[in-house]
């Protein structure tokens, strides 16, 4: 097959669409690594702090469900417009506010911004891009990404160090308007027409009380077992939870089962029938729960265990997931030249020993060997992400290939959400009970929560593992 040839204005599309999920996972990252600041500055808990990051990804998370629908009823650069509308409006309410759930409302407008850019560049990619490029362009898709965890903590824990944690959103603005706006305006073509789509907002409505219900459900399983272990009441959280889980199942039976009868549904989902791509959808929604949660405990179990400041403990995600982030285009290419199954099930296989050697060294960490092992499973993790999608994604009629981009995206987006509410659920049920923040007693207790943690993040790695190589059988056998 010959070697086609990438049109610039497509890798110039690909940039100032993915840009704009660049900042808001920047602004995320940046954050995580200021709970302990914020923490102090608001008055709050770690379980209520994580919320800044875990409201983001909810809402990017239920926003994306949209992107099939948007995908084919307006044209991408009219969508383009709106999240970079989106973005500016939530950097201004960072800015100027200065109430915890003002912040959280900014964060809100922020994570529509992101779920709308983001399935945006994927479609971009999957419509234009030259077939034998596709695995090389969705690894600079995912570079664009994952530069930002990569750089989000050292930024954050630098800009604490010297201005007020706010100057990071003055900065992103002006990136905003003078790069993103006019290379996007630029560069996005439209190739493929729209069409009369039409939103049942009902599904669109019991997709997001889902993805609320499983994620508050998380998040009150472990308020309610913190304040268990610490003595205190913990029926109300408990309560709380069961409900929770219930709205959330039931809604997410009912999206599924209103799909299936409607003419029109939101998301088609008939294509997640085939066992192959229902194992990849599983490996590629748990797969974030270690990879974006990891920049939380990292950041935390630094500050909190280890004792180091807050731009110490951002420049230990750094070479992880800087190098990391710049190996995704790597991966993309050993996906076109090799196939599936060796880069992926190899990249993941090299991943799982981060965590393996974090556990094994829990109790005896410093930040030099922090960093090395996350550097470990960081170059692993972005290896192997984004093929996993389009591996999936290639095994789809082309005519459902919206609808697969928006289940594969929400599912990243919501994995990232319950990492976040599952290990901060894990440090503060072990950190429950254990005397003030910097004493002896609490950084024993936060690096035996790190340990949980590691242990945590090995089972679902493996799981994921398992869920590749059995869809790699069935692909065998098909074949």
Not at 60 to 74: C, G, H, I, W
Not at 135 to 153: E, F, N, Q, W
Not at 172 to 192: A, D, M
Not at 300 to 324: D, E, R, Y
Request: proline share 5%; with cysteine; glycine share 12%.
């Amino acid at each position: 097959m010959p070697d086609e040839h990438i049109p610039g204005k497509l890798i110039g599309a690909i940039v100032a669409v993915g840009s704009l999920a660049f900042i808001g996972i920047l602004t995320e990252t940046v954050m995580t690594v200021l709970f302990p600041q914020l923490m102090r500055e608001f008055g709050i808990d770690t379980a209520t702090v994580q919320w800044i990051t875990t409201i983001y990804l909810l809402v990017v998370a239920s926003t994306m469900p949209l992107s099939s629908y948007l995908n084919r009823k307006f044209r991408h650069r009219q969508l383009f417009v709106a999240a970079v509308v989106l973005a500016v409006l939530g950097s201004l309410i960072m800015i100027f506010g200065h109430a915890f759930p003002v912040i959280l409302v900014a964060r809100v407008i922020q994570g529509i911004g992101s779920g709308v850019a983001t399935p945006l560049m994927i479609n971009i990619i999957l419509e234009q891009a030259p077939r034998t490029k596709v695995g090389r362009l969705m690894g600079v898709g995912s570079l664009v990404i994952t530069v930002a965890p990569a750089i989000g903590p050292t930024v954050g824990g630098a800009i604490s160090s010297i201005l007020p944690w706010r100057a990071i959103f003055v900065i992103v603005i002006p990136v905003i308007l003078l790069i993103s706006l006019p290379v996007g305006l630029t560069c996005i073509e439209q190739r493929r027409p729209t069409e009369e789509a039409h939103l049942n907002p009902l599904q669109f409505v019991a997709i997001v009380l889902s993805l609320c219900g499983l994620v508050m459900f998380l998040n009150q399983t472990g308020v309610a077992i913190s304040a268990a272990v610490a003595g205190g009441n913990a029926v109300s959280s408990a309560i709380v939870a069961a409900i929770s889980l219930v709205v959330g199942l039931g809604s997410l039976a009912f999206f599924g089962w209103s799909s299936h009868r409607s003419f029109s549904p939101l998301i088609r989902l008939g294509w997640l029938r085939d066992p192959m791509v229902l194992l990849h959808l599983i490996a590629y929604m748990i797969l974030p729960i270690v990879g974006i949660g990891f920049g939380y405990v990292i950041t935390n179990l630094a500050q909190l265990s280890l004792g180091t400041s807050a731009f110490v403990a951002g420049a230990l995600v750094l070479p992880g997931a800087l190098v990391g982030a710049f190996f995704a285009p790597v991966g993309g290419m050993l996906y076109d030249r090799f196939g599936a199954v060796r880069p992926i099930l190899g990249a993941f296989c090299a991943a799982i020993c981060g965590p393996i050697l974090l556990l094994a060294f829990s109790m005896r960490l410093t930040p030099v060997t922090l960093a090395g092992f996350y550097f470990i499973f960081g170059l692993g993790y972005s290896l192997g992400l984004s093929n996993i999608m389009t591996n999936a994604l290639k095994h789809i009629d082309p005519v459902f290939m919206p609808d697969g981009n928006a289940v594969f995206n929400t599912g990243l987006q919501f994995g990232g959400a319950a990492g976040t509410a599952l290990f901060s659920t894990i440090l503060s049920m072990a950190q429950s009970g254990a005397g003030e923040e910097g004493s002896e007693t609490f950084r024993h207790a936060t690096a035996v929560g790190g340990g949980w943690t590691f242990a945590t993040m090995i089972a679902i790695v493996a799981v994921a593992i398992c869920c590749l190589a059995a869809a790699f059988r069935i692909g065998s056998k098909r074949r």
